[in-house]
């Protein structure tokens, strides 16, 4: 079993930036890889960001060069930087892990954007 708890998410204003966390209830150096999703109201959870266990990362073409995910295998844990954001960014943002054939997922943490 694995917990991920994420942390980091607020209400900033247009232009701004924010830092998510993802703490891992176990080495995350196990995980095949690690992700950000995100859903916004009435709309489907879309991947916003992931990086293997070989540090390959992939993004959103809505993201790309505003976002930089990365992970610290020392501390457990995956980060969402996240600059420039947009209103278009508000959103509940989910941690998500693969382990094996499993997937596990965090509570969400909510990024609200102003304009």
């Known amino acids: 079993q694995v917990q991920l708890v994420e942390s980091g998410g607020g209400l900033v204003q247009a232009g701004g930036s924010l830092r998510l966390s993802c703490a891992a209830s176990?080495?995350?150096?196990?995980?095949?890889?690690m992700g950000w999703y995100r859903q916004a109201p009435g709309k489907q959870r879309e991947l916003v960001a992931t990086?293997?266990?070989?540090?390959?990362?992939n993004y959103a073409d809505s993201v790309k060069g505003r976002f930089a995910i990365s992970r610290d295998n020392a501390k457990n844990t995956a980060f969402l930087q996240m600059n420039t954001l947009k209103p278009e960014d508000t959103a509940v943002y989910y941690c998500n892990a693969r382990l094996f054939a499993a997937d596990y997922w965090g509570q969400g943490t909510q990024v609200t954007v102003s304009s």
């Open positions: 176990r080495s995350i150096f196990t995980f095949i890889a």
């Open positions: 990086i293997t266990r070989g540090d390959s990362t």
